[in-house]
């Protein structure tokens, strides 16, 4: 089993920036992918952005340019910085991990919140 815990959520106004971190149990060199995804009440859960093992990284429309996902593999650990947020960037964010192996799954932490004022 793997836990995944999210830290650095907030209250920020808009045009302020927030760092989500995200530390595994279990040696993410073992993972595929590591993502940050969103829920806003009444929406569904929608990727934010992902980073492969190799460092490849892609992000929703609505947050290229403002969040940047990075990794530290020694750490365990998996970041979003996110700058210029906007209040439509209110949402419980969720971090998720595609573990390959021996703890082969999908994996998912308990939510941060993250909510901007306007």
């Known amino acids: 089993q793997v836990q995944l815990v999210e830290s650095g959520g907030g209250l920020v106004q808009a045009g302020g920036s927030l760092r989500l971190s995200c530390r595994a149990s279990?040696?993410?060199?073992?993972?595929?992918?590591m993502g940050w995804y969103r829920q806003a009440p009444g929406k569904q859960r929608e990727l934010v952005a992902a980073?492969?093992?190799?460092?490849?990284?892609n992000y929703a429309d609505s947050v290229k340019g403002r969040f940047t996902i990075s990794r530290d593999n020694p750490k365990n650990t998996v970041y979003l910085q996110m700058s210029s947020l906007k209040p439509e960037d209110t949402a419980v964010y969720y971090c998720?991990?595609?573990?390959?192996?021996?703890?082969?799954?999908?994996?998912w932490g308990q939510g941060t919140q993250v909510t901007v004022s306007s």
């Open positions: 980073i492969t093992s190799g460092g490849s990284t």
């Open positions: 279990r040696n993410i060199f073992n993972t595929n992918a």
């Open positions: 998720n991990a595609k573990y390959i192996g021996p703890y082969v799954g999908d994996y």
